[in-house]
């Protein structure tokens, strides 16, 4: 029985070093990271809607800028490429619009959380890497859309602008770089973006395209790297 028991014991020490020893190679071929940015988007392509045709942005653009926050894994290394995974979503506001002549706080709203796949390259100087991706997913906005609600004062009627929130298929390309500060830490200077929104649904009072325009730039918190 004892030795049953001895067999038993060492079996769950040798299984337990190999979970370690597999976890440990698992980590050290993978990297983990998490990300927050403050980031400005540009959308395009809005139809100004306001009778008089003054709207408070011109050209058909506005400009909502906000926090944005991401996780990203890459697991796989070909030569001097890790390929991985990203997930990323962000609150953007404006003061302007470009669809209406309102404006004041949060006149303009762009909520978005995109997914996709990112490649990052390996560099003669280890503290630069740059990195691509091409994320797709759901934006919610109120860049493109409004309503007008006719609101009884005494006898008359009087005409409110109100903003109308839409969802949009958003897909964009993105690229930056990461400079190693810290065995855990990268700053991100800077980091580009272009793609578009499609609208998705009906309830459209203006454009059901918008081209989107992004830059930003933060700090990134990861795994210690080899």
């Known amino acids: 029985m004892q030795t049953v028991d001895l067999i038993n014991m060492n079996f769950g020490k040798w299984l337990g070093l190999v979970v370690v020893w597999l976890g440990c190679g698992l980590l050290a071929r993978a990297q983990v990271g998490v990300y927050g940015e403050y980031s400005a988007t540009q959308l395009t392509g809005i139809k100004c809607l306001d009778p008089q045709g003054a709207c408070s942005a011109s050209g058909g653009k506005v400009n909502p800028s906000g926090l ?28 302007k619009s470009a669809l209406t002549s309102a404006g004041g706080d949060n006149a303009t709203t762009q909520n978005f959380l995109l997914g996709g796949v990112r490649g990052s390259v390996k560099t003669p100087i280890s503290w630069l890497r740059p990195y691509m991706q091409v994320s797709a997913g759901w934006a919610r906005t109120d860049a493109a859309s409004y309503t007008v609600l006719a609101v009884p004062v005494g006898t008359s009627t009087t005409n409110y602008q109100t903003h109308l929130y839409s969802n949009f298929l958003q897909y964009e390309v993105f690229a930056g770089l990461d400079i ?47």
């Not at 070909?78 to 995974?85: H, I, S, T, Y």
């Not at 203006?206 to 830059?215: M, P, Q």
Request: hydrophobic residues 35%; glycine residues 22%.
């Open 180 to 226: 190693k500060v810290l065995p855990i830490m990268d700053l991100r200077p800077v980091e580009l973006g272009i793609g578009n929104e499609n609208g998705s649904g009906g309830g459209y009072s203006g454009a059901t395209s918008l081209g989107v325009k992004s830059i930003g730039a933060g700090l990134v918190f990861h795994l210690p790297s080899q």
């Open 68 to 95: 944005m926050g991401g996780v990203y894994y890459d697991f796989k290394t070909f030569g001097p490429v890790r390929l991985g995974f990203d997930v990323r979503g962000g609150v953007e506001r404006s003061n």
